[in-house]
């Protein structure tokens, strides 16, 4: 994203607020961006990552790995940060071809369908928990290995506990525990990773 003076104050008074806190550098710059998109700090204590997942994700960031989000409103959120870089392809679930099944939602039938065409990919669901059951179940059953999985839905219906699911996976994820979450988290994780991966990668990094 391109910085601006006010944002540079209020992520030193995120910065002043949290203190000192558990996370490595990578992790609490991801964080940051999801408490500045969300103006919730309760994120510090329910962001969830895996061993490695940054890395994993910034690796296929820079392979231009295909990415594949849930909702319209990542991949509008997502796409021009990537075109100033990777330029990595992005496919959205709900906008995907697809013939209607029975029993399954828009975008659960569309996230099935681009998982198998991208087993690979990086994958952001945001807010479709359908979604993210069905990529769940694929990666249970050994039928995709994505890069990682970024898992972010407000979790009411989650009776089955999709994300404790996912995390007895070997899958490299980000996820939210509990309740909260939804597609600005998602996109602020992304743009996060996305920023971190340019700098690593040695690309010049816009300034804040």
């Known amino acids: 994203m391109e910085w601006h003076r006010s944002d540079a104050q209020s992520l030193r008074l995120i910065d002043q607020e949290m203190g000192d806190h558990g996370f490595s550098p990578a992790e609490y710059e991801v964080l940051r961006r999801v408490i500045y998109a969300t103006g919730d700090f ?10 490695q997942a940054l890395a994993a994700g910034a690796a296929a960031l820079a392979a231009r790995t295909t990415i594949v989000v849930d909702v319209p409103m990542v991949q509008v959120g997502i796409t021009p940060m990537l075109q100033g870089r990777f330029a990595n392809p992005v496919y959205c679930s709900m906008e995907a ?10 975008a659960a039938w569309g996230m099935e369908t681009l998982a198998q065409r991208y087993p690979e990919a990086i994958f952001v669901v945001g807010s479709a928990e359908p979604a993210l059951a069905a990529l769940v179940d694929l990666v249970e059953r050994g039928e995709i290995q994505p890069a990682l999985v970024i898992g972010t839905p407000a979790a009411f219906l989650d009776e089955v506990g999709l994300k404790g699911q996912l995390r007895h996976t070997p899958v490299a994820q980000v996820t939210v ?3 909260k979450g939804g597609a600005t988290v998602a996109t602020a994780i992304m743009e996060g990773l996305i920023d971190l991966s340019w700098q690593a990668y040695h690309q010049e990094a816009p300034s804040m």
């Open 177 to 179: 525990e509990g309740r």
């Open 42 to 51: 309760d994120y510090r204590t329910c962001l969830y990552f895996s061993a």
């Open 97 to 106: 071809l697809t013939r209607p099944q029975r029993g399954k939602s828009e």
